[in-house]
């Protein structure tokens, strides 16, 4: 690594599969103003077997970012300048027989408001990342063991942005760019929920292009 690379500041990205896809455009299009980072994919090879199970550089649903963040605290060592991060998609996953969400929306929010606090402590500067759309007619298939739910999604977002609001943390409205990308059903989806490689590389240009903007002092 270059000594120019490494004077750059240090951006580093918590999230679920949705930021693993978009991750690599994302490191590409912020080189020169970053250094991009996030959980390490050693030893979990696995991961992309199965994207709707959090493994390793999946972090999975809040409590698993809140968790991943305490591990964080108590080695001492996790100061980076800039941390994004995100958490929804596994939150909202529901049991279609129970109807129970895998974390409820009460705990939801005080996941939110123990990683707020957190990530205030750790990183210079924070960003929340908005949840992005499920489409139910896409998502809930017999083919699909959970299901997700978009006024659940919206719930999220909603809870978000009041608690990381209140917690002075910036968001950025993911979810409202994929919208505006005027693409629906089978159309945006490449699979259940996630998206094709061209909404992924717009994703990390809008990201990256956010970050510089926000932050391009």
Known sequence: MSETVQT????????DSISIHY??????????HYRYARRSQQGDADYRLNLDV?????????????EYLTQLEQGGQFHPDLLLI???????KTDPQTRQRQVSPADYRTNLQGIAALAKRLARRVVWITTTPADE??????ATTFHRFAADVADCNAAAREIMSAAGIPLLDLFAFTQSLG???????????????PVRQLQAAHIAGWVVGKFAS
């Open 54 to 66: 959090p493994v390793g550089t999946n972090n999975g649903d809040s409590r698993m970012v809140l």
């Open 137 to 142: 007619t896409v998502h809930n298939t017999p």
């Open 183 to 197: 693409l629906t059903g089978k159309e945006l989806y490449a699979d259940h929920v996630h998206f094709p490689e």
């Open 8 to 15: 750059l500041p240090l951006l580093y990205l918590i999230g």
């Open 23 to 32: 991750g690599p455009y994302l490191e590409r299009y912020l080189a020169g």
């Open 86 to 92: 995100n958490a929804g998609l596994h939150d909202v």
